[in-house]
């Protein structure tokens, strides 16, 4: 079975990639020229360039390919019509090329809890629940479900939506996190008790899988085919900066900011990211989710119909991934 992976160069990717070769699966990766593809080819990965905005070069990438896992995408950007360029216009194009390919691939579309938006506290989010995303971010991704369902019946197609994902060649939440647990001091922003749910990425990889093989998929109506992928448990944001100082062998408090102190300070990296033209992962846009009590979701669902058992608690996850970083010279 041959495999098409866009994204293929991010943590995630490279994770699935790993996974699949071990299975003896063939491999494929959607790369654009820029891109570092060094630990695709040592995994013995064919190379395709190209890029997901680019639909003529997604077309020979599909060819001959049974399953498409499309990773690549914009977590950061400097305003909505960036984010629409890879999030949205991006899920179409690989979309449109696997209803045109022979033989025609399924999908799995990696999406984001942002699309469903925050939970309230008590109660995560369910694939059931009717969407409500707070940022430009996950609207777009949103968005992007929506232009692979206008597919459906022509595409077999499946959605998994993670919340934060973490783990070895994470290059967003941990190195902070770490950095700051050395230091002693982990912030966060506000004083309010706000519980989130989280992934591994190992976890996050064989879900995708087990959806690939045995998921449902899209209608044009309905919440079939959608799964939120987790380790099936709330986590307060105290918990997490324990769990990560605990393994870098650390003691840190948690500082909260003042929230209006958290907007002073994503007001300015949005100003610089303006001026400098490189988007921030802190912004005006991303407090809209920051703010928000509770980024939650169940997996009842993906445990039923996947049989998505993840095997990383926390605390064994946060242990896993620093021992990947401190041997990798990174901590």
């Known amino acids: 079975m041959r495999w098409l992976l866009t994204g293929a160069t991010g943590f995630i990717?490279?994770?699935?990639?790993?996974?699949?070769?071990?299975?003896?699966?063939?491999?494929?990766?959607?790369?654009?020229?820029?891109?570092?593809?060094?630990?695709?080819?040592?995994l013995g990965v064919e190379l395709v360039r190209g890029d997901v905005a680019d639909p003529r070069s997604l077309q020979a990438a599909v060819e001959g390919c049974q399953a498409v896992v499309h990773l690549a995408g914009l977590t950061k950007a400097l305003g909505s019509e960036e984010y629409r360029r890879v999030n949205v216009l991006g899920a179409r194009n690989v979309a449109v090329a696997c209803v045109a390919a022979q033989p025609r691939p399924a999908l799995v579309l990696v999406s984001s809890l942002a699309a469903a938006g925050p939970a309230e506290v008590g109660r995560p989010r369910r694939e059931e629940d009717p969407p409500a995303p707070v940022s430009a971010y996950g609207r777009s991704k949103l968005e992007g479900e929506n232009e692979v369902r206008a597919l459906a019946g022509r595409l077999e197609a499946t959605v998994v939506r993670p919340p934060?994902?973490?783990?070895?060649?994470?290059?967003?939440f941990l190195p902070p996190l770490f950095r700051m647990s050395r230091l002693g001091v982990v912030v966060k922003a506000g004083f309010?008790?706000?519980r989130y749910s989280v992934v591994h990425v190992e976890d996050l990889a064989e879900g995708i899988l087990a959806a690939a093989e045995r998921g449902r998929r899209l209608s044009r109506s309905g919440t079939d085919g959608i799964y939120f992928l987790a380790d099936g448990a709330e986590h307060r944001w105290d918990d997490i900066a324990r769990a990560a100082a605990e393994a870098v062998g650390a003691r840190a408090r948690v500082v909260p900011i003042p929230e209006a102190a958290s907007w002073l300070m994503a007001a300015g990296s949005s100003l610089w990211a303006g001026l400098s033209r490189r988007p921030a992962m802190l912004s005006l846009d991303k407090m809209n989710e920051v703010r928000q009590a509770a980024w939650t979701c169940a997996i009842d669902r993906a445990v039923a119909e996947l049989g998505f058992e993840p095997r990383f608690p926390l605390a064994e996850g946060m242990r896993q991934s620093a021992e990947w970083f401190r041997a990798n010279g990174l901590i």
């Open 13 to 42: 990717g490279l994770t699935l990639a790993e996974r699949l070769r071990a299975r003896g699966q063939a491999v494929r990766a959607l790369a654009r020229a820029s891109s570092q593809v060094e630990e695709l080819s040592g």
């Open 164 to 172: 934060i994902v973490y783990g070895p060649r994470d290059r967003e």
């Open 192 to 194: 309010a008790d706000k």
